[in-house]
T-cell receptor
Framework: TQLLEQSPQFLSIQEGENLTVYCNSS?????LQWYRQEPGEGPVLLVT?????EVKKLKRLTFQFGDARKDSSLHITAAQPGDTGLYLC???????????FGKGTLLTVNP | DTEVTQTPKHLVMGMTNKKSLKCEQH?????MYWYKQKAKKPPELMFV???????INESVPSRFSPECPNSSLLNLHLHALQPEDSALYLC?????????????FGPGTRLLVL
């Protein structure tokens, strides 16, 4: 069974601060997706990373896939209140159809 | 276009009611999914349809009945639900369901069972 350990589980910061969210596993994933979800809404895909060592940038968000494809990180620079939400990492690779989800990071950015 | 739509957005039902949730995608995806999500928790997979055939049922109680009328539509029929079934129900789709494929989620139906 594949597991994804996501940390931290909760994060409350001030506007303008930087933060990093981590997803770690002892298993290799063929891909890793990051989603952001607001209360009562569905997860919105931010990025998919598939190559070991890959780095992708989306405005102030930087995503990294570990060289061994067992871990990933999401770094947000100069966080804004609009970044508030539940961030989920999800790994694909155990079997068809199934994603392994981390437990999520609930981020609150205070103005 | 990476849009998955779901109706209704909100649903309140009694334990004796029968209702249906609907999901639609026009991305040409051949794998469609139902998930259940409790507040501040990750989604839990319920069912997977691949090429309009049920591929995965994650031991979901029979009061939940999925249906895939065609490659663009996915329904979830609800009957005799329990209050603990109250949750956000998410539909997702992906190209073919192969290993590691990206799944795209709809906005969800927030269900309250009284």
């Amino acid at each position: 069974t594949q597991l994804l350990e996501q940390s931290p589980q909760f994060l409350s910061i001030q506007e303008g601060e930087n933060l990093t969210v981590y997803c770690n596993s002892s298993s290799v994933f063929s891909s890793l997706q990051w989603y952001r979800q607001e209360p009562g809404e569905g997860p919105v895909l931010l990025v998919t990373v598939v190559t070991g060592g890959e780095v992708k940038k989306l405005k102030r968000l930087t995503f990294q896939f570990g060289d061994a494809r067992k871990d990933s990180s999401l770094h947000i620079t100069a966080a804004q209140p609009g970044d508030t939400g539940l961030y989920l990492c999800a790994g694909g690779g155990g079997s068809n159809y199934k994603l392994t989800f981390g437990k999520g990071t609930l981020l609150t950015v205070n103005p | 276009d990476t849009e998955v739509t779901q109706t209704p957005k909100h649903l309140v039902m009694g334990m004796t009611n029968k209702k249906s949730l609907k999901c639609e995608q026009h991305m040409g995806h051949r794998a469609m999914y139902w998930y259940k999500q409790k507040a501040k928790k990750p989604p839990e997979l319920m069912f997977v349809y691949s090429y309009e055939k049920l591929s995965i049922n994650e031991s979901v109680p029979s009061r939940f009945s999925p249906e895939c009328p065609n490659s663009s539509l996915l329904n979830l029929h609800l009957h005799a639900l329990q209050p603990e079934d109250s949750a956000l129900y998410l539909c997702a789709s992906s190209s073919a369901g192969t290993v590691g494929e990206t799944q795209y989620f709809g906005p969800g139906t927030r269900l309250l069972v009284l």
